[in-house]
């Protein structure tokens, strides 16, 4: 089939991401509720603040937002993880970053599918943080062995997902109708099964390792274990999720509330116990429950330069050596503090942040002004000065290990901190992925450079057809 008779990436993704929200507000009706408040809040946040709208208006992301949300999966093998890049690849999600979490003692190590560019990201940025265990971390060899050969044994993917992405790779896309079964065959990927795949003996051994490969090794697949929407404003959020009905964990993760966010802040309510049964030793289903699956709401900031975060990694660093943040919540007020204090470094006036060079920019010529603008010989900085030239956050498409470090540990219970070696291993990672992961800072700094450009080439045009 010609490429111009296939269905766009971006189409598929929004239609993947829209099938997957609807699944999963069935499976966890507290992830509904959810959104109806972050919809609420976000709404009240816009009429309130009318520089940001301006902003998300300037930049072309204010349309996005509504629909925008992660999820995150788990892996059990290399050829899952690699299989999983051919599937996103369909909807135009490329693997993006490398998140070692071995160090916060998660024996997983991640990276984050997403759209790249700036047209597939505004049509629809929807994102995966994707993890693939390792057992090579556990040190009990016999139940290691166990766990690889159940792991290597069962198929998360149908033989129709799999051959639409093998017909999508051959011809470049694929048609509307084939398009629409592909969603439905992957979605059926990151379905919660009730029925464990071990039996009860060896789910406790399992989840005596680890909670995280128990909920890995003892189930047909992947399921998607939380979905997350994007909030304008999270500390409202936070607020008054126990309004609702909802018990948010202790604090909020990443920097502290600033007039200029920054990369990115989450929150999550606790895993709900699930119903599930197990084989007993006659076959016969055994019933029980599994805690896995959670919610977690998300504020997006700017994108940091290096120079930027390794000053926001420095004061993170910083405020966590003076106050550890307990997970049941008793000193949550003097980690807000001490994290404010600390950030006091951290300019927060966008223009500071800019002049600094610690944050990306997206740069647009100001239509009002463009008139005025015989811009020769005028550089960025003076285009800048005169209004012709405006400069808005690029938001952070990304996630953050110390923060993904405390989502875990929140839905894994406040007792599953385990000691592992930290044991960064990137290489090993794309090994089993098949490719490399992009390099987000690269992303960004195209973005901003092309946007530039963009502005320049405009101003010139204008001025030569002035
Ligand atoms: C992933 C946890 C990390 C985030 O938003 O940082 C994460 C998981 O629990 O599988 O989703
Ligand atoms: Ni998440």
């Not at 189409?11 to 009706?29: D, K, L, N, T, W």
């Not at 069962?154 to 969603?183: M, N, P, Q």
């Not at 805690?291 to 660093?317: M, N, S, V, W």
Request: net charge negative; aromatic share 8%; proline share 5%.
């Amino acid at each position: 089939m010609p490429a111009n008779r296939c269905v766009s990436r971006d189409e598929i993704r929004a239609a993947f991401s829209a099938a997957m929200s609807a699944m999963y507000r069935a499976e966890v009706p507290a992830y509904g509720t959810l959104i109806s408040l972050v919809t609420k809040v976000n709404a009240e946040t816009l009429s309130r603040d009318q520089a940001l709208r301006a902003s998300l208006e300037a930049t072309e992301t204010i349309e996005r937002i509504s629909e925008e949300r992660h999820g995150a999966i788990r892996l059990g093998t290399a050829q899952e993880l690699a299989m999983m890049r051919r599937v996103f690849a369909v909807m135009g999600m490329l693997p993006v970053g490398y998140y070692d979490l071995s160090e916060a003692g998660v024996p997983v190590h991640s990276t984050a599918f997403r759209p790249i560019d700036e047209a597939a990201l505004k049509i629809n940025p929807f994102r995966v943080f994707t993890s693939l265990l390792r057992l090579d971390l556990i040190d009990d060899a016999e139940l290691r062995e166990e766990a690889r050969r159940i792991l290597a044994a069962r198929r998360i993917f149908s033989d129709a997902a799999v051959s639409l992405v093998e017909k999508a790779e051959r011809d470049g896309g694929l048609s509307r109708e084939d398009a629409g079964l592909f969603v439905l065959e992957v979605l059926d990927t990151f379905r919660w099964h009730d029925q464990a795949l071990v039996d009860r003996a060896l789910y406790e051994r399992l989840h005596a390792a680890h909670r995280l490969i128990a909920d890995v090794v003892s189930f047909r697949g992947p399921h998607i274990n939380h979905l997350t929407p994007r909030t304008l404003d999270i500390d409202a959020v936070q607020e008054r999720m126990p309004g609702e009905g909802i018990a948010p964990k202790a604090i909020v993760e990443g920097p502290p509330t600033r007039a200029c966010p920054v990369l990115l802040r989450q929150t999550s309510f606790k895993a709900i116990e699930e119903r599930v049964s197990f084989r007993d030793a006659a076959g016969d289903p055994q019933a029980d429950s599994h805690t896995a699956r959670f919610g977690e709401i998300e504020q997006r900031g700017i994108a940091l330069t290096p120079k930027g975060r390794a000053l926001y990694d420095r004061l993170l660093r910083q405020a966590r050596a003076t106050v550890r943040p307990a997970a049941d919540g008793s000193n949550a007020d003097a980690y807000r503090a001490t994290l404010a204090a600390s950030f006091e470094a951290f300019p927060d006036d966008w223009n500071e942040i800019r002049k600094a060079g610690l944050g990306y920019f997206l740069y647009t010529v100001e239509a009002s002004a463009f008139a005025a603008a015989k811009a020769t010989g005028m550089d960025m900085e003076d285009l800048i000065e005169a209004g012709v030239v405006r400069f808005d956050p690029i938001v952070y498409e990304d996630f953050l290990p110390v923060s993904a470090a405390g989502i875990f540990q929140s839905n894994l219970g406040d007792h599953a901190a385990q000691d592992f070696v930290a044991s960064p291993n990137q290489r090993l990672f794309e090994q089993a992925l098949g490719a490399p992961v992009a390099n987000e800072f690269q992303l960004y700094a195209d973005m901003e450079k092309a946007s530039a450009e963009r502005c320049l080439a405009a101003l010139r045009e204008g001025a030569a057809a002035a």
